[in-house]
Every structure is written in structure tokens, then in C-alpha cells.
């Protein structure tokens, strides 16, 4: 069984940042494109961001300036730096390989 670990969720006041890393073992993560979803209370889970190997980026259009996806290809870690947060980005948070392996998630709760 593939396990993707994430971690760094959180409780954060509106403008403020979180930084989100995921875990995965390198022959899956080498590979791998690699992204962020989310899912809000009551909605779809979402793609937020994902990287390819070779590091390009791509970002779904309510984060574009506001979060960057970088990945350590040596370390096999993928992170999500959130910057200005808005309430309206609450929710679980999933790391994702290859469309295909997900992680536990991990709570973001933005307060107004």
C-alpha cells in the first residue's frame, strides 16, 4: 500500500500563512506529477496545484498568486507554501501521486 504522508495543517487567522508537506516514497514520487486537492465541508475536492518532475507548475485559478507548489526531489517531499489565506480556503487538504495515490489529509481552518 502506497502511503503519501502529509503534515503541516492548521488553525490560521485570515492573511496569515501554512506551510503543507507531503511525504511520498521515491519510486512513486520520482515519477510522479505530483499535487494538492482540497475539499470543503458540503463540495468536490478540488485541485489546488500540481507539479511535474521536472518542476512545472500549474495552479488552479483561487490560489494563483497566492500559494506556491515546489517539490525536493532528493529529500522525495512536496510542499505547499499558503500565503494571505482567506476563510474560504478551509478544508482538508490531500497530497496526490500520479492521480492515483492520496494522502490522509490534513485540516486547514482559516478564521475571519
Known amino acids: 500500500q502506497v502511503q503519501l504522508v502529509e503534515s503541516g495543517g492548521g488553525l490560521v487567522q485570515t492573511g496569515g500563512s501554512l506551510t503543507l508537506s507531503c511525504e511520498a516514497p521515491?519510486?512513486?514520487?520520482?515519477?510522479?506529477?505530483m499535487g494538492w486537492y482540497r475539499q470543503a465541508p458540503g463540495r468536490q475536492r478540488e485541485l489546488v496545484a500540481d507539479?511535474?518532475?521536472?518542476?512545472?507548475?500549474r495552479y488552479a485559478r483561487f490560489v494563483q498568486g497566492r500559494f506556491t507548489i515546489t517539490r525536493d526531489n532528493t529529500k522525495n517531499i512536496m510542499y505547499l507554501q499558503m500565503n494571505s489565506l482567506k476563510p474560504e480556503d478551509t478544508g482538508v487538504y490531500y497530497c496526490?501521486?500520479?492521480?492515483?495515490?492520496w494522502g490522509q489529509g490534513t485540516q486547514v481552518t482559516v478564521s475571519s
Open positions: 507539479i511535474t518532475p521536472g518542476g512545472t507548475r
Open positions: 521515491g519510486n512513486i514520487f520520482s515519477p510522479s506529477i
Open positions: 496526490n501521486a500520479q492521480t492515483v495515490y
